[in-house]
């Protein structure tokens, strides 16, 4: 079931084109990172969701519907675009329940997203003493207070030491397996990879993969194996006759490019090289980078 859908979306600034014809789905019940380099578009597609920038043409809509059709939005999706989302002489419980009264919900629930995000302890510390982390979190007790279906989030990690990463990643993982649908941006794929279950990536304004991370990455993905062998002299000839790319890498390393582990393992055994290491690397960041390279050649769906 599709939550947030993009329909031809397009966003100009003037002369500056923002986004342009971007259409892709977000599926309920799970996590779908956005990627791509700061300045690709992300922060617009998803204020063009939120309704705060209007699509110069295309649509955005959730549960099929532009945001403005909900009679409450905040209870519908939640969103926290931007860690200065709070006057800096406010007190953090004081933000919570004006926000709570905006989107008639009890006040009360103010303490019960500060406990939720760890801020209880500075509730009553005014918010332009927080740090960057802590206005994060702030940021997202904000978008949750109105126990929301969907929640979108725009760069959550920034300013989270490795603990806090630690921390969001679960909490996230707890919003999807309650059946919610979140949609997180974010230019750290690092910081994505075990996270999301689904990707859309975009780059110089275009979309250019979405689907599930799995086949994103299968798709997309430049395969580079790490051979420690006996002979890489011997070696290395024999697999750029195959296809493949050869490196050193130390006194008895190769880097391969272009074949897989098993087609490296192969040739070694015909060529009679007895090999001390072969391991093939998969990442996210390297799937990424390929897919990126040439947008040309690559539309649509990947899964």
């Known amino acids: ?169 679960d909490l996230l993982r707890q919003f999807r397996d309650q059946g919610r649908t979140v949609f997180v941006s974010s230019h750290l794929l690092a910081e994505m990879e075990d996270l999301v279950d689904d990707l859309v990536v975009i780059a110089q304004s275009k979309i250019v993969g979405s689907g599930s991370a799995a086949a994103f990455m299968q798709r997309f993905q430049v395969k580079k194996v790490t051979v420690r062998c006996e002979n890489p002299k011997a070696l290395a000839p024999a697999l750029v006759k195959a296809g493949g790319r050869v490196q050193a890498s130390g006194s008895h390393g190769i880097e391969v490019t272009g074949l897989a582990s098993g087609q490296v393992g192969s040739i070694a055994r015909d060529a009679m090289v007895a090999l001390y290491e072969l391991r093939e690397e998969r990442s996210l960041h390297h799937a990424f980078a390929h897919a990126t390279r040439d947008r040309s050649g690559i539309k649509g769906e990947v899964g």
């Not at 791509?36 to 309704?51: E, I, Q, V, Y």
């Not at 969103?79 to 007190?91: E, G």
């Not at 419980?93 to 008639?104: C, K, N, P, Q, S």
């Not at 103010?110 to 979190?137: D, K, P, T």
């Open 1 to 169: 079931m599709t939550v947030l859908q993009a329909v031809g979306l397009t966003k100009r600034y003037g002369p500056v084109l923002a986004v342009s014809n971007a259409s892709f789905s977000v599926r309920a019940g799970a996590i779908t990172g956005f990627l791509g380099p700061n300045g690709a578009g992300k922060s617009t597609t998803l204020r063009m969701f939120l309704g705060l920038d209007r699509p110069t043409s295309g649509q955005a809509l959730i549960d099929g519907k532009p945001i403005g059709e909900w009679p409450v939005p905040a209870r519908k999706i939640g969103a926290a675009l931007d860690t200065q989302c709070a006057h800096p002489s406010r007190r953090a419980i004081d933000t919570l329940r004006w926000v709570a009264r905006m989107i008639g919900v009890d006040p009360r629930q103010g303490e019960v997203m500060l406990e939720r995000v760890g801020l209880s302890e500075v509730a009553a510390q005014r918010v332009g003493r927080f740090s960057l982390g802590m206005r994060q979190r702030l940021a997202l007790a904000i978008a949750l207070i109105g126990n929301p279906e969907i929640v979108v989030l725009d760069e959550p990690m920034n300013g989270l030491d490795p603990d806090g990463i630690a921390w969001m990643k």
